[in-house]
């Protein structure tokens, strides 16, 4: 019985140490393996509702490149560098989700403020954006900049120019005016501390020198209409700007999206016109100063007295009279 028992669990021991068992258990452990690698990088990189890592998840973000695989590089040919007419789209929000090809309707894409909701503003930003690309396509001597800063504090330091390019990207804006606008990508740019209108034009102008070693030979402003007399009248004197090189494109949503248009007026006149009216520059008037610490929640310094040093009187000018012609670099 001793000896039957012995080959017995020999019998089983060989059995149970067979080879191909073996190599059988080291494939599924690989393979169990393998597919836990992927899956993690799956994660990690991301699905098409969104990314996950943990139990964190970007909102709306997708794997698709949003850079147009026939983008030119900046300053293609120098198209940037020999510019001599900027374009400034200003900005009005900043991107607070990933899935940006909604953003043309989807107010959830953009950061909201309560008067903003329900007035076409993600329609009203596609038209600005559309209409400074097609700009820009008509002119090949144009250089066009969004323009915005980091403006909103509950988002993170998210800018509103680098919003815009994002959008235009993301939507391929770029190809939608022919094929003369391949190029306007490669001589388009952002200036990211503007607060309000009157820095969106004042800076945009140094943002123009910088790249261009020299100031416009004019300025084609994209806003809303209810802004156009506020640019016009208002900006472009304060800052002695000719008159004859200037234009103003207002553009504005259908009234379908909520947008509307005296209402606008309305309170462009009591928290604009008449404020800058009284106060060019921006800097006595109560309510323009605290548009602007609000909109700089970031404490961010704006770098153009360095870059463009010949700006330094009007950079620094208060007023509230004019500043001199004199003391511009563009003075005749």
């Known amino acids: 019985m001793s000896r039957d028992m012995t080959r017995i669990k020999s019998a089983a021991t060989r059995k ?3 080879p191909g068992l073996v190599v059988s258990r080291r494939i599924i452990c690989l393979v169990l393996a393998l597919a836990t690698g992927l899956l993690f990088v799956h994660l ?20 698709r490149q949003w850079v147009p695989p026939e983008a030119l590089p900046f300053n293609h040919l120098q198209a940037a560098t020999d510019a001599r007419h900027l374009v400034v789209v200003a900005g009005h929000s900043v991107l607070m989700a990933g899935n940006l090809e909604d953003a043309a309707s989807d107010e959830d894409v953009w950061f909201m403020m309560d008067y903003q909701v329900g007035k076409g503003l993600p329609q009203a930003i596609l038209g600005h954006i559309r209409a400074g690309i097609e700009i820009s396509a008509d002119d090949p001597e144009a250089l066009l900049i969004f323009s915005g800063g980091e403006t909103r504090g ?16 993301a939507l391929n804006l770029w190809s939608e005016a022919g094929l003369a606008s391949n190029d306007v990508r ?4 952002t200036e990211e501390f503007a607060t309000d209108s009157f820095e969106n034009l004042l800076f945009s102008i140094c943002r123009f020198r910088e790249v261009t070693g020299r100031y416009p030979a004019k300025i084609t402003v994209v806003s809303f209409t209810f802004k156009q007399r506020r640019f016009e009248e208002m900006h472009s004197q304060a800052l002695r700007w000719p008159a004859d090189q200037f234009s103003y494109l207002g553009v504005d949503p259908p009234s379908s999206t909520g947008f509307d248009l005296e209402e606008s007026r309305r309170g462009e006149l009591d928290n604009a016109a008449r404020p800058f009216e009284a106060d060019p520059y ?7 100063q605290q548009k602007r610490r609000e909109r ?34 563009w003075s005749p």
């Open 282 to 288: 921006g800097c006595h008037t109560p309510v323009l």
């Open 44 to 63: 990690a990189a991301g699905s098409h509702d969104g990314m996950l890592f943990g139990t964190f998840r970007l909102r709306g973000s997708s794997s």
């Open 296 to 329: 700089n929640p970031f404490r961010r310094t704006p770098p153009y007295p360095l870059t463009c040093p010949d700006m330094s009187e009007l950079l620094s000018w208060c007023g509230p009279e004019l500043i001199g012609q004199s003391l511009v670099p």
């Open 16 to 18: 149970h140490h067979h």
């Open 154 to 169: 509950q988002t993170g330091p998210v800018n509103e120019g680098a919003s815009y390019f994002r959008v235009a990207d």
């Open 186 to 189: 490669a001589r388009t740019i």
